[in-house]
């Protein structure tokens, strides 16, 4: 085996679409991660020498969002989903060089440093411009914070794109009849300073660089369609407190859009620091970089970033790949309505072999198309290939080597079989560089299914009693197309073909360092076979109706309702309450801390109402209270209650009596 020096010198550099640590997993994140994979394995398996990073996007308004619905700092929920999307890739095989974080000291001085330079070339300009402001709130309103009507459409839309119709981004200002999403009140335009990136100076420049850069056609051409048209300036700044500051300004941060790439360029140089390599070779000097994103960021990736990138006088990407979307069940993937299959929850919990779900996402069609996942075409590809063709060919040829011989017999290999893998080498090879993974499967596939094919017509059950020696060719003849497997699949499926590995006789792990040339080596006679076992296991229609029955309740097609008796009614001690004083809790501004007079004592309750009432408004307002509830602590502070309130689109609204009640009474 000629395995690849580590310490020389990385001569590609790879990069995924950041995942945004506002949630957990799906499988519509892993149309990009896997293939990505896959794509550098190959490279090195041809004696290249990719790096390959990725890192969470950390930054932006619904972060900030969901972390005061949770009670956390922003910092704390990025924490928790960084972690989470670490070991989901741990778990499924994804193995990146470097796995950092835009919230990282290095990304902070990155993008200072590629917004001044945008700026001192005159790209970056100051602009004042009508702002949401939201007078019951007294602030001005991050493009998350806004809802309204789309000036282009008409459709209800947030404020920085139109999400229920047209589609279209959204610049600050623009959106018509904006109300705030904070307190449900009107906002009204006020007068603001910002900053905007001079995208429409890049037109001639971005019909170049596309007409040059490799990557998917749809990708590129999709881009192109959009710098034809009017390209607008973008306002690259936010009013947030949480985020990367605008150079120079304590009260805004740059848009997410910004600093996100930029974490491609400070993952290397953080990974660089450590492995005595330059970054400035890639992001500087012309050494290709290649972006696998999603068809939903072309946009961003192929117009706003290379653009970023020109006007600082930093490296372009040479490749931009973007993999179609994702359907669950044929319908179009919706995490609120339901269609989505989450990583962790649906497919780890329930045991299913990573490797399949790798084989799937690469397997079932182009990578530009759209993939759609659905538990019975999982089942059946399962079945029918990997079970019924790969899994068969390995495990009959190991077994009746382990049983026969117990090691890999001595013979001659017939030509052709060393042949069928030479060209599948070099067609493997081709379906890479065009990014075709599904062809890639399908080219290895058509290897086992001519291995079977061999195998059966050798009938080498016969031959071991009428013809040993022509036994023996044909025994490690199936060997070594099982070796060829191995290292062709390892992209693929990296732990069956590990495990394949291991049962061959030969350490395991060494399958990930091969190259393809040494699928050609012939195999030592002599070698020892170990007992070989299944390589994977049938999924049932057992298994098959489960899932999709965890997928059906989630899209509400099994509703249940829960009953309780009167007797359940009267366990909860329901009390009204007067509010003695609030104040803030440091630290989360949703939450407030509530010093409710109950009657007979004085209980301390928090509540998530920071965002919509003013701590003042609430002082003397009866208001409504479990009062057996179990104290649970929120930022170090005890709440010895809850408040009721109703869920008004996601805003809290307190419930109190119509007229004064009294401190302490019950509701019944």
Known sequence: MREQGTNSERDVLVTCGLPYANGKAHIGHLRTYIPADIYVRVLRKQGRNPLFVCGSDTHGTPIVINAEKEGLTPKELVEIYHSHFQEIFRK?????????????????????????????????????????????????????????????????????????????????GEIKEPKCKICGNSAEYREQEHFFFRLSAFRDFLLDYLDGVDGTPHAINYAKEWVRRELKDWCITRNLEWGVRFPGRDDLVVYVWVDAPIGYISFTEEWCEGHGEDWKGFWMNGKPIVHFIGLDIVYHHCIFWPSLLKGAGYG?????????????????????????????????????????????????????????????????????????????????????????????????????????????????????????????????????????????????????????????????????????????????????????????????????????????????????????????????????????NILNERIGKKETKIEITYEDFKKLDIRVGVVKDVERIKGANRLLKLNVDMGDEVRTIVAGIGEC????????????????????????????????????????????????????????
């Open 92 to 172: 499924l095989n994804i193995s990146f060089d470097y796995y950092g974080s835009t919230d990282s000291p290095t990304n902070h001085a990155r993008t200072h440093d590629i917004v001044m330079r945008n700026m001192n070339a005159g790209y970056i300009y100051p602009k004042k411009v009508e702002l949401a402001y939201c007078p019951v709130c007294d602030r001005f309103l991050p493009d998350r914070y806004v809802e309204g009507i789309c000036p282009h459409c008409g459709a209800v839309a947030r404020g920085d794109e139109c999400d229920q119709g047209c589609g279209a981004h959204l610049e600050p």
């Open 613 to 668: 009432y003013r701590p003042d408004d609430l002082i003397g307002r009866e208001v409504i209270v479990v009062a057996n509830m179990r104290p649970t602590k929120f930022f170090g502070v005890v709440s010895e209650g809850m408040l009721l309130a109703v869920d008004d689109n996601g805003t809290p609204i307190i419930i109190s009596p119509e007229r004064r009640a009294g401190a302490g009474k019950r509701v019944k």
């Open 316 to 548: 372009l990407p040479s490749a931009i790949v973007a993999s179609g979307m994702v359907k669950i069940e044929d319908k179009t993937f919706s995490k609120s309505r339901g269609y989505v299959v989450w990583v962790e929850d649906d497919y780890l919990k329930n045991e299913f072999d990573p490797d399949v779900l790798r084989y799937y996402i690469a397997s079932y069609t182009s990578h530009t198309k759209d993939l759609n996942f659905s538990w019975k075409m999982f089942a059946e590809k399962n079945n029918q290939e990997l079970v019924a063709s790969l899994g068969n060919f390995i495990h009959r040829t190991l077994t009746f080597a382990y049983r026969n011989f117990g090691a890999v017999p001595n013979g001659n290999i017939d030509d052709e079989i060393m042949e069928k893998i030479s060209k599948t080498i070099d067609e493997v090879i081709k379906a890479n560089e065009r990014y075709e993974f599904k062809q890639y499967c399908d080219l290895v596939m058509a290897l086992a299914d001519f291995g079977n094919s061999y195998f059966q017509k050798g009938e080498p059950w016969k031959k071991v009693k009428e013809d040993e020696a022509r036994c023996r060719e044909i025994i490690k003849g199936c060997l070594q197309l099982c070796k060829a497997l191995c290292i062709l699949f390892e992209p693929v499926i990296p732990s069956a073909m590990e495990r394949a590995f291991s049962m061959m006789g030969f350490d395991g792990s060494d399958v990930h360092r091969m190259r393809f040339d040494d699928a050609l080596v012939e195999l030592e006679s002599g070698t020892k076979i170990l007992k070989p076992t299944p390589l994977f296991r049938r999924i049932e229609d057992a298994d098959v109706k489960r899932m999709e």
